[in-house]
């Protein structure tokens, strides 16, 4: 009986999902926690390499995964990555988006470059992604869609620049992705981490100090892991979400609170 309850809540099975950034960090943590529950999954990167291993440890664990190369600083590269992506297992029922870059030269250097290359790959690819997908979703009658931001969309440090703006107006197209999609099924909420090492931040993680200061503001005591973000991708891609739609969700270890 329990098995089965647990099932109806958040089994994946049958549900096919499109993972951005899902060859590393946090992006990757997601993608083999919605394949182990159920969902074949398509990964997307740049790195060929990272990807290729990504899907063989999948497939090793008798998952079901595919992946895509693209670039999602351009218009076409997201359009491409859109199209190849459902080529692999069908039209996503779930779209999780946690490709980034992380630019943060001091606000006063930041360039016309690092501002747009950071506009398009941490929103203007989430906003096309859900424009591609958002509406089959709706016609289907289930859809699930997590972004994944970050505390610099709620307060400045460490020279947040660009890349806290991106994030803070990821959050507010969640909420407008909800708001047209949500009547039809189609939950949309964004997962916001602590500080988690990972490839996104090497310079920060390489610091000791500032490390080790982080987790020290952290209410359990200590920086997340990739890992820590399983359950709340599963619950979020899942039925037993079906209630929540246009949230932030806080996966940071009480550092928000502190």
């Known amino acids: 009986m329990t098995d089965a309850y647990l099932s109806s809540l958040f089994s994946l099975d049958g549900r096919v999902a499109v993972v951005t950034g899902g060859s590393s960090g946090i992006g990757r943590a997601i993608a083999g926690a919605l394949a182990r529950a159920g969902a074949s999954v398509v990964v997307v990167a740049r790195?060929?390499?990272?990807?290729a291993e990504t899907a063989r440890e999948l497939a090793a664990d008798g998952c079901r995964a595919a992946w895509?190369?693209?670039?999602?600083?351009?218009?076409?590269g997201v359009r491409?990555?859109?199209?190849?992506?459902?080529?692999?297992?069908?039209?996503?029922?779930?779209?999780?988006?946690?490709?980034?870059?992380?630019?943060?030269?001091p606000m006063g250097e930041l360039d016309d470059a690092t501002w747009d290359v950071t506009m398009a790959v941490n929103l203007e690819a989430p906003f096309l992604l859900g424009r591609r997908f958002g509406p089959g979703m709706a016609e289907r009658g289930y859809g699930r869609?997590?972004?994944?931001?970050?505390?610099?969309?709620h307060r400045a440090f460490a020279t947040s620049g660009a890349y806290g703006v991106s994030k803070g107006a990821l959050e507010s197209l969640?909420?407008?992705?909800?708001?047209?999609?949500?009547?039809?099924?189609?939950?949309?909420?964004?997962?916001?981490?602590?500080?988690v090492p990972t490839p996104?931040?090497?310079?920060?993680?390489s610091d000791p100090e500032r490390v080790a200061a982080l987790a020290a503001r952290t209410l359990v005591g200590?920086?997340?892991?990739?890992?820590?973000?399983?359950?709340a991708a599963v619950f979020l891609a899942s039925a037993a979400s079906a209630y929540v739609t246009g949230q932030s969700v806080f996966v940071d270890g009480g550092f928000s609170a502190h």
């Open 68 to 76: 895509v190369s693209a670039d999602l600083s351009t218009r076409d």
């Open 80 to 105: 491409a990555a859109a199209d190849d992506a459902a080529a692999a297992f069908g039209e996503p029922d779930v779209l999780v988006c946690s490709a980034g870059i992380n630019l943060r030269p």
């Open 200 to 205: 996104l931040n090497a310079a920060l993680s």
């Open 222 to 231: 200590r920086n997340g892991r990739a890992e820590d973000f399983a359950g």
């Open 174 to 195: 969640a909420r407008s992705q909800a708001e047209a999609w949500s009547g039809r099924g189609v939950t949309v909420n964004t997962l916001v981490p602590g500080f």
């Open 145 to 153: 869609i997590v972004h994944v931001s970050s505390q610099q969309a």
């Open 47 to 51: 790195r060929e390499a990272e990807l």
